[in-house]
Structure formats: C-alpha cells, structure tokens
C-alpha cells in the first residue's frame, strides 16, 4: 500500500534563510508527487507537482523539490524563505494510472519568524 | 476563470442531524473529489464522482454518500452526525483525460462544527 510520511511535523525558521521540508514515501508501482500549500483556514493550493521528466521541479512561490528515486524521496526546498510563508505543507502522492485518490502526508507546519 | 467553489464556508449542526455540503468544480474539469480533513491532519480521502457515478471511496462508512450532477457539480450528505465528523470537508475537481492536470484544484472549503 502506498504510503507517505512527512519526516518533521513542524519547522520552524528565521526569515530570509533557506529551508527543506521533507517528504518520504513508499509504493509498489510509479507514483506522481505533489506539494500543496494550506495557509490558515484556507483550501489546498498546488505548489508543484512531479509526472516525469526532470526530477528537479520548480514551483510557485520560489520553491523547487527533487525527485529521488532510489531514496523514494521529494523533499521541498526555497532558499529564501518570506514571512508570508507561514503555513502547513503537505505532501501527496497518486499511482501512475490511478486518476482517482490522492494518498497524503500528515503535514509539516512551517513557521517563518523575524 | 472560477475556480473550485464550494458552499456554504462554515456550519454547526447537532448530533444526529443530516447535512448537505455542495461544490461547483472548476470550469471545464469533469471529476470531484471529497477530503475530509480533521485539525491538525492531512486530508483524508471520502469518495470521487466521475460521469455521475461514485469510482471510488475511501474508508469512510455509509453515512457519508454523494451525489454528482449532469453539469459536474457535487453534493456531500452525512447523515446521524458524530462530535468526530467536525472537520474542513474540501473539494477538489480535477479532468480525469488531463495527463498536465494530475493535480487537482481545492476549494476553500467547508468547516463543518457538530455540536
């Protein structure tokens, strides 16, 4: 069964300093990768999304996350983080050929400070 | 161009109660999903309407069913609410043909209080 595991529940960071947020995950067969961005009581807003390709995907926002297979790893990164930053990333990830669920990390809540 | 739009934004309802949450998916996307997403966790997935029809659903008990209209539009019904079925209900629409639309679009959502 597929599987994700998002490594820190909370990352907390000074502004204008870089930072990652790490995303495992486990399946069977090829997977497409995601990362979502929820600012406080809002919905879920695409960040960037893996399919195939390059494995260094670039975003919005500023932010990129690499692919690595063979560590089954799509970790999020910016090198610069902002104030408006502040919020809850998730990961997800869905089956190659499976247009249906997406399975979805418990989130890492990223607070940016002054 | 709308995107995902869903109503109402917030409800409080009582055990035992039934409710109605609806969702307009984004222009042209032909397929709506329902996460359920309690505070402080991911979202979990309820079940996806395509054609009209429910393709798939998660672990979640009858009490939740759905509906999805001609002009793709979805209704979500939970019957004899539960204090645990409190949660942000989010609606995502996506097109099940678009291999470059693999991500869905979300709403905004629906905080559903069950007092």
């Known amino acids: 069964a597929q599987s994700v595991t998002q490594l820190d529940s909370q990352v907390p960071v000074f502004e204008e300093a870089p930072v990652e947020l790490r995303c495992n995950y486990s399946?069977?067969?090829?997977?497409?990768l995601f990362w979502y961005v929820q600012y406080p009581n809002q919905g879920l807003q695409l960040l960037l999304k893996y399919l195939s390709g390059s494995t260094l995907v670039k975003g919005i926002n500023g932010f990129e996350a690499e692919f690595n297979k063979s560590q089954t790893s799509f970790h999020l990164r910016k090198p610069s983080v902002h104030i408006s930053d502040t919020a809850e990333y998730f990961c997800a990830v869905k089956e190659v050929g499976n247009n249906r669920k997406l399975i979805w990390g418990l989130g890492t809540s990223l607070a940016v400070n002054p | 161009d709308a995107g995902v739009t869903q109503s109402p934004t917030h409800l409080i309802k009582t055990r035992g109660q039934q409710v109605t949450l609806r969702c307009s998916p984004k222009?042209?996307?032909?397929?709506v999903s329902w996460y359920q997403q309690a505070l402080g966790q991911g979202p979990q997935f309820i079940f996806q309407?395509?054609?009209?029809?429910?393709?798939q659903r998660g672990n979640f008990p009858d009490r939740f069913s759905g509906h999805q209209f001609p002009n793709y539009s979805s209704e979500l019904n939970v019957n004899a609410l539960l204090l645990g079925d409190s949660a942000l209900y989010l609606c995502a629409s996506s097109l099940v043909r678009s291999r470059a639309n693999y991500g869905y679009t979300f709403g905004s959502g629906t905080r559903l209080t069950v007092v």
């Open positions: 222009s042209g996307h032909d397929t």
């Open positions: 399946s069977s067969v090829s997977v497409y």
């Open positions: 309407y395509y054609e009209e029809e429910e393709r």
